[in-house]
Nanobody, 124 residues
Framework: QVQLVESGGGLVQAGDSRRLSCAAS????????MGWFRQAPGKEREFVAS????????YYADSVKGRFTISRDNAKNTVYLQMNQLKTEDTAVYYC?????????????????WGQGTQVTVSS
């Protein structure tokens, strides 16, 4: 099966930056799209950002637009999430996912494979 491993989480101060990484198995490189989701305690999992493997086109949730940047390295089968101007509201477990490029970018159902998540805690 396809495996995704997130890393880069930790405790940061509000206003600081952090970069998350998602290392994918080679088969994941054939998936159409990679995405980042997050889930805060007591809340539903929400979409953060996505990127297409083929052309690098991106899509962002309004809550992170202008602050977060998703990118990919096809040769390394790795996806990144650069998080700037972090807010306490960004505190969550961040999940990497892989799925179809044909589905809606922001829908959970578009993504078939999921990582275990990495915790990001933003303190004020």
């Amino acid at each position: 099966q396809v495996q995704l491993v997130e890393s880069g989480g930790g405790l940061v101060q509000a206003g600081d930056s952090r970069r998350l990484s998602c290392a994918a198995s080679r088969r994941t490189g054939n998936a159409g799209r990679m995405g980042w989701f997050r889930q805060a305690p007591g809340k539903e999992r929400e979409f953060v950002a996505s990127i297409r493997w083929s052309d690098g086109s991106t899509y962002y949730a309004d809550s992170v637009k202008g602050r977060f940047t998703i990118s990919r390295d096809n040769a390394k089968n790795t996806v990144y999430l650069q998080m700037n101007q972090l807010k306490t509201e960004d505190t969550a477990v961040y999940y990497c996912a892989a799925g179809s490029a044909a589905g809606l970018q922001y829908r959970d159902s578009t993504y078939v494979y999921w990582g275990q998540g990495t915790q990001v805690t933003v303190s004020s």
